[in-house]
RNA sequence: GGCUUUGUAGUUUAAUCGGCAGAACGACUGACUUGUAAUCAGUUGGUGAGGGUUCAAAUCCCUCCGGAGCCUCCA
């Protein structure tokens, strides 16, 4: 007589089943149709097939397409298929890791001597429909460890048996699909025929198991749709998405550019660009005076010993900037890869007393990393790009405050820019790895703790990522996703207890006694460079009128209005505004195209009536003619506009 | 750094099998003197660098220098 199960479901109501009933079987219960959308089960936050016995009390949910998980089982069940046409177009090639994935899925594939490029995607698409549409289903088998070794060594794939091998025994399952066998711990959707589309998207190198000693393996990304249609519309996305890339509009509203005789991942602001990144380091710099930070300028190089001191160059030295030498002494001084030794030593520069804590330092410190060549990406990842640092040097007490007060600035700045998808995380030491990192475990544990109390005081949510700390301690790092989705890592607070002790700073306490302070390294945009990428993308290059590098552009409706409008820039620039002309022998048709895909925010017509009244007529970006309004009002108006948005 | 891929004028791009490098925009010159998303005409300018194969190379091969995607890395 089978026990009856308690299954929760998603809402927390619990219904009674035999035990031994099926996804399927719950969903059936719930209704017809989501049965017919139903891919998959979660069963206590583990997806499982709709046709897998339960057996226990459990928690699920039915998945569907409409369910990143659903997705996913969906995807993972593409990744076996297209194992299954590559086993069949290219016989002998060994298996990897095939997994899904945000967007789809990948499979790693060892082809051996054949060289897998574009010009096989077509037929390895073809495959994969055609294998799709005979309704292969997913059948799990449970398979001793042994069986499973001896399997993988018959066919000679040393992958495989190097995975089962780190498994328990009686943990291993294999899928059968069609002719196809894999190791795998499930999750798959019922039948290969609800999948109607596949792309094969690209095709990388990817170190096996990514370890760089490894042997390189063929990845290839592909996704896959239950319509023909859905997957237009990706592909269509994506498209849209590259419009927005922030290499892109750089070039195309010139803001920076990169030489190839100033060298790789060193780029140069244009002018354009430099207004933009310059009315931002105005921004932080006012919103920084008000919260006690202190401005100060340190050189672009310091002494290797500086950095031997801090600890950088032991653990950096090999894979940074070689050291620069003076010609006659031989003195070794190093390209700064970051402020924080000079940082230490203006503190160092006089006693401190317990009074003027905490003491902020900060400057717009232009550092200089060596980044594998393979690592650059336009202005997200250089070798040449200026921190918005600053370090709190605090008493023990006083860290907790500070963090918040970094938080709130940090915040602050998101929500002025309306970066509203970023994620918090802390980025905690690997427990596993403890030799990489400086300073005591209670030293650790303390820094930890006092991130994680300080991030619930403001209540972020926040996720721990394991190995993320820096070698000096852990931090707080703010997430922000580019236009294609890929996460960067913008503002940053740090939590240091062992610079101050390499350093042996000190301030006298109210005992009369020698302690050591606290310091706290943060960059609210992280840098200028890979801060001012993510807002292009997120602005798709439109900025907000207080940001943009010209606010206005005057457009005279012909050449003898020219003098007149030269003039009125001049009046706009008096009243603290970046005003461009365009004195162009162009139509005003020409001249507002060309105004409105270079994003001005404001074009202002100029003909005989606005010359005779001192009026001009606006034009909003995207929006079209505000009508004429005298040159006073639109001065206000603008003022208006951008105290607004920096409320 | 690695794998894959890619490099045509300032920009976007065309060139069937290896067979005269062609256009648009821009810039320059001139005409027109303009009222809310492209006025007309002319001129200018190019195969990333170096080597090889070939009667002939943008196209095939090699080396180097860049770009893109991913892997590894990221103080």
């Given at each position: ?16 089943f ?17 049965a ?16 897998r ?13 409409r ?12 990744a076996?298929i ?10 002998g ?23 897998f490029?574009?010009?096989d ?16 289903t ?15 060594k018959?066919?000679g ?8 091998e ?9 899928y059968?699909?069609?002719?196809f066998?894999?190791l ?5 959707i ?19 198991r ?9 990845r ?16 269509l ?54 919260e ?41 001084f ?33 550092v ?14 250089v070798?040449?790009?200026t921190?918005d ?8 007490d ?9 938080i709130?600035i ?23 790895n403890?030799?990489?990192y ?16 300080a ?8 996720v ?11 931090k707080?790092?703010?997430?922000v ?84 409008v ?10 603290g ?27 202002l017509?100029?003909?005989e ?12 970006r ?12 639109f ?7 951008i ?5």
């Amino acid at each position: 007589m089978p026990e009856n199960i308690k299954i929760t479901l998603p809402d927390n109501s619990v219904r009674e089943f035999a035990s031994g009933s099926t996804g399927m079987d719950v969903a059936m219960s719930i209704s017809q149709g989501l049965a017919r959308n139903a891919l998959a089960i979660e069963v206590n936050g583990e997806t499982w097939e709709l046709n897998r016995p339960i057996t226990t009390d459990a928690s699920v949910a039915i998945l569907t397409w409409r369910d990143q998980k659903g997705k996913e089982a969906m995807w993972h069940s593409s990744a076996h298929i297209l194992a299954e046409a590559l086993e069949d177009l290219y016989p002998g090639i060994k298996l990897g890791f095939g997994p899904p994935i945000k967007n789809g899925f990948y499979y790693d594939i060892d082809f051996g001597d054949h060289k897998f490029g574009e010009a096989d995607f077509k037929k390895v698409e073809k495959k994969f429909l055609e294998l799709a549409k005979t309704a292969e289903t997913f059948e799990r088998k449970d398979v001793s460890k042994e069986e499973a070794i001896a399997h993988y060594k018959n066919i000679g794939n040393e992958y495989k048996v190097e995975l089962i091998e780190g498994l328990e025994d009686g943990d291993i399952t294999f899928y059968h699909s069609g002719n196809f066998v894999d190791l795998c711990k499930g999750g798959h959707i019922p039948n290969s025929k609800v999948i109607k589309a596949m792309k094969i998207m690209n095709t990388a190198g990817a170190y096996w198991r990514g370890d760089e000693k490894n042997k390189m393996l063929t990845r290839i990304y592909a996704v896959s749709f239950p319509k023909k249609k859905e997957l237009d519309e990706y592909l269509l996305l994506l498209e849209e998405a590259k419009k927005r890339d922030h290499r892109k509009i750089g070039k195309e509203l010139e803001l920076f550019t990169f030489s190839e005789k100033v060298g790789m991942g060193l780029p140069l602001w244009l002018p354009r660009g430099t207004r933009l990144r310059e009315t931002l380091v105005d921004f932080l710099k006012k919103v920084q005076e008000k919260e006690g930070y202190q401005q100060v300028v340190t050189p672009h190089i310091g002494k290797k010993e500086l950095y031997q001191t801090s600890g950088h160059w032991e653990k950096y030295g090999e894979d940074s900037f070689q050291p620069i030498k003076t010609p006659s002494e031989g003195e070794e001084f190093l390209l700064k890869p970051m402020n924080c030794p000079h940082h230490c030593e203006i503190y160092a520069s006089r006693p401190r007393s317990y009074k003027e804590l905490p003491f902020r330092v900060a400057e717009f410190g232009t550092v200089y990393r060596y980044e594998q060549s393979g690592e650059l990406h336009g202005l997200t990842r250089v070798r040449g790009f200026t921190q918005d640092d600053a370090h709190i040097f605090c008493r023990p007490d006083q860290v907790k405050e500070e963090f918040i007060k970094v938080i709130d600035i940090v915040l602050y700045i998101f929500k002025v820019l309306k970066f509203e998808n970023y994620k918090a995380q802390i980025s905690l030491r690997d427990p596993e790895n403890p030799g990489k990192y400086f300073g005591s475990p209670e030293q650790w544990d303390a820094a930890e703790k006092a991130i994680e109390e300080a991030a619930d005081e403001r209540g972020l949510i926040t996720v721990k990522e394991l190995g993320e700390a820096a070698f000096y301690g852990p931090k707080l790092d703010f997430m922000v996703s580019d236009a294609l989705g890929r996460e960067w890592q913008l503002g940053t607070i740090q939590l240091d207890y062992q610079l101050p002790d390499r350093f042996e700073l000190e301030f006298v306490g109210s005992d009369n006694q020698k302690h050591r302070p606290v310091m706290i390294h943060r960059a609210p945009f992280g840098s200028l460079e890979r801060f001012t990428a993510v807002l292009i993308e997120h602005s798709a290059g439109e900025f907000p009128l207080w940001l943009a590098p010209s606010q206005a552009i005057i457009l005279p409706i012909a050449e003898k209005f020219n003098d007149y409008v030269v003039d009125l820039q001049d009046q706009f620039r008096d009243a603290g505004f970046r005003v461009d002309v365009d004195l162009r022998n162009e139509k005003v048709g020409k001249k507002i195209r060309e105004a409105e895909i270079g994003k001005y925010p404001y074009m202002l017509i100029i003909g005989e009536q606005e010359m005779a009244n001192g009026s001009v007529s606006v034009r909003k970006r995207k929006e079209g003619d505000l009508g004429a309004m005298s040159n006073d009002a639109f001065i206000q108006y603008l003022k208006d506009e951008i105290s607004e948005m920096l409320a």
